[in-house]
């Protein structure tokens, strides 16, 4: 896991806060690209780990600080938790800046990183999955609807708020576009996207005819991926790494 930092400007390297990880034995270049966007908590070890889990399974996981305008690195200082109420003020802040509009610049940036990695080479141009967690699961359905010739994969864990019935803008309302498969695991104790709001996805993306896969986990509960969670369930989290290393090797190789 390292940082990414290769452009020359100082803004460019604001921009591109971000860890890559790779494999930890030696990799077969060039490595399939995949961006892991975490949750509403940004970058920390939890997801440090998480993204060098997946990338030990062959693969180059960009990992971006979502919250880059703002703060460089992680939110939480060492030893602190983004659930704390006066650094939840501030991540939700951080949060509600990350606009349609915000996110669209983000994922041209992203893709050009990808694309400029070493680790990459050769796959320019090339599919690049995305995945996220929590709100990002939305950023990832958002990302493919976006660049529907690029990502060849999506896939969402314990999201949030992906399609409300009282808002036009939610990530449900981009997916005609959508061409890559999409994967969304959710919990089905999560009062942040509950039924109602599952099918009218659902109902959204067979209605365009992308290539979904809705599943349930049973007894889990929001953030069940997340290690640092209160609510975290080993079982529930040894099966989103078998479904994501299912739909990487099924798009990505």
Not at 10 to 24: E, G, K, S, V, Y
Not at 68 to 80: I, L
Not at 212 to 217: K, N, V
Request: hydrophobic share 40%.
């Amino acid at each position: 896991m390292r940082d990414d930092a290769r452009a020359p400007d100082p803004r460019c390297r604001r921009q591109h806060d971000a860890r890559l990880a790779t494999p930890t034995t030696a990799p077969d270049a060039p490595l399939p690209p995949v961006v892991l966007f975490p949750d509403i908590g940004g970058l920390r070890p939890a997801y440090e780990v998480k993204a060098q889990r997946i990338a030990d399974g062959g693969y180059a996981v960009l990992l971006p600080n979502v919250y880059y305008r703002d703060v460089a690195g992680p939110v939480s200082p060492e030893g602190r938790s983004f659930r704390e109420p006066d650094l939840w003020a501030q991540v939700s802040a951080y949060a509600g800046r990350l606009t349609p509009d915000a996110l669209a610049g983000d994922f041209v940036a992203l893709l050009a990183g990808v694309d400029a990695a070493p680790e990459c080479a050769g796959r320019a141009g090339g599919g690049v999955a995305a995945i996220g967690y929590c709100m990002s699961g939305g950023f990832a359905l958002r990302m493919a609807a976006r660049h529907p010739d690029r990502v060849v994969a999506a896939a969402g864990f314990h999201s949030a708020r992906l399609a409300p019935a009282d808002d036009p803008h939610s990530p449900v309302s981009v997916v005609g576009s959508i061409r890559g498969r999409v994967y969304f695991g959710h919990a089905d104790q999560d009062k942040s996207m509950p039924p109602d709001q599952i099918a009218r996805r659902d109902r959204a993306l067979a209605e365009y005819g992308v290539h979904f896969t809705t599943e349930l986990f049973r007894g889990a509960a929001h953030g069940f991926t997340a290690t640092d969670s209160p609510a975290y369930d080993a079982a529930a989290d040894a099966l989103h790494f078998k479904r994501v290393f299912t739909l990487l090797e099924e798009t990505l190789r």
